[in-house]
């Protein structure tokens, strides 16, 4: 296995134990406030749950973000948003971003019913995008945001 797949797969299985961790804690968490020692239930309020490491640095964060969105955001070692899990009023989607938090991978369910899955280029230039609303397509753009092919469904 070459060296930049052993760290890719490094990486991964480090954002799997933080995920993993950070799940176990929010459940005990929950699970602790939900009940007391009458058997009577409880609400625990918050506007952000932040999984932290042994320096402070957020690893992960449950709760609404900068733009508004609520959902679960994974960070890597720079406190960029690498994963993200959300829901807003126009969208609930899954974001996998590069080192400098451009979306590479997106797969949404839009608000007005229509859903897809979108491969970005670095920067965000060129992508395929595979969309369903009433029919499907495949489109395919270039670096400048032109479709270059697009394949409507039959």
Do not use: C
Request: aromatic share 8%; charged share 20%; no cysteine.
């Amino acid at each position: 296995m070459s060296a930049s797949m052993e760290n890719r797969l490094q990486k991964i299985e480090r954002v799997n134990r933080f995920l993993v961790i950070f799940a176990i804690a929010i459940a005990l968490t929950f699970a602790k406030a939900f009940t007391s020692s009458g058997g009577e239930t409880q609400t625990v309020r918050a506007f952000r749950f932040e999984m932290v490491d042994a320096d402070g640095s957020i690893q992960a964060a449950l709760g609404t973000d900068a733009d508004g969105s609520t959902g679960l955001f994974v960070y890597d070692q720079q406190n960029v948003v690498r994963l993200s899990l959300t829901h807003d009023p126009s969208q609930s989607a899954l974001f996998v971003t590069d080192a400098e938090g451009t979306v590479r991978i997106g797969i949404a369910q839009f608000a007005h019913g229509g859903g897809g899955v979108a491969l970005h280029g670095p920067q965000s230039k060129g992508a395929v995008v595979l969309y369903h609303k009433e029919s499907g397509s495949l489109a395919f753009y270039d670096s400048e945001g032109n479709a270059t092919e697009r394949v409507p469904a039959k």
